[in-house]
Nanobody, 129 residues
Framework: DVQLQASGGGLVQAGESLRLSCAVS????????IGWFRQAPGKERVGVSC????????YYADSVKGRFTIFADSRKNAVYLQIDHLKPEDTGVYYC??????????????????????WGQGTQVTVSS
């Protein structure tokens, strides 16, 4: 079974940092795009950052460029999201997902498409002003 286990969320103040972790099992990390998606209250899930573990390509949503850093550790089969300079608008449930879709398409189309698509449970990030 494929499992993605997200962790690392919490309640923080604006300007602080968090590191989210996504532990992946049941698939070879280098064969997939792994992404972090945020769902704010009352809003749809949106991609914030994705990485192609095999070649290191990354995607960042415009709203997080310069503040979020995604990186994969193939030895640990894990993907991390370093979030710096947190803002209240970063608040939401952060989900990690995996897909064999092309990186940029996957990150901008969380509804998925033809092919493999896996999701983990979310981790809550709450940023107070």
């Amino acid at each position: 079974d494929v499992q993605l286990q997200a962790s690392g969320g919490g309640l923080v103040q604006a300007g602080e940092s968090l590191r989210l972790s996504c532990a992946v099992s049941g698939l070879v990390l280098n064969d997939y795009a792994i992404g972090w998606f945020r769902q704010a209250p009352g809003k749809e899930r949106v991609g914030v950052s994705c990485v192609s573990a095999g070649d290191g390509d990354t995607y960042y949503a415009d709203s997080v460029k310069g503040r979020f850093t995604i990186f994969a550790d193939s030895r640990k089969n894990a993907v991390y999201l370093q979030i710096d300079h947190l803002k209240p608008e970063d608040t939401g449930v952060y989900y990690c997902g995996a897909s064999d879709l092309p990186l940029n398409y996957y990150c901008t189309h969380p509804e998925g498409g033809d092919g493999e698509d896996y999701w983990g449970q979310g981790t809550q990030v709450t940023v107070s002003s």
